[in-house]
Nanobody
């Protein structure tokens, strides 16, 4: 069955960095567009970044030039490198198959606080 498992979250000070990973199994990872979403307390889940099967990327304006989405198809893994973290980046981060009724991971908490 399809599984998406996020890791790499944690507590970091403002200005710091984290790298999230999403390990995929149960489907042909290399052929799927993938995405990172996040949900802050009391807010709706929002799309953060997407990456197509051929590596094209897009970002929400608020993370542009700070976050980098990437994928390693040989490892069936997607990444989100987050630099220059701000308190407003605090959220649960989810990976998803970027398609109609795509599967979601369980999420990983990122907290940016001094």
């Amino acid at each position: 069955q399809v599984q998406l498992v996020e890791s790499g979250g944690g507590l970091v000070q403002p200005g710091g960095s984290l790298k999230l990973s999403c390990a995929a199994s149960g489907f042909t990872f290399s052929t799927y567009a993938m995405a990172w979403y996040r949900q802050a307390p009391g807010k709706q889940r929002e799309l953060v970044a997407t990456i197509t099967s051929d590596g094209s990327t897009n970002y929400v304006d608020s993370v542009l030039d700070r976050f980098t989405i990437s994928r390693d198809n040989a490892k069936n893994t997607m990444y989100l490198q987050m630099n220059g973290l701000k308190p407003e980046d605090t959220a649960v981060y989810y990976c998803r198959q970027q398609q109609y009724r795509g599967y979601w991971g369980q999420g990983t908490q990122v907290t940016v606080s001094s």
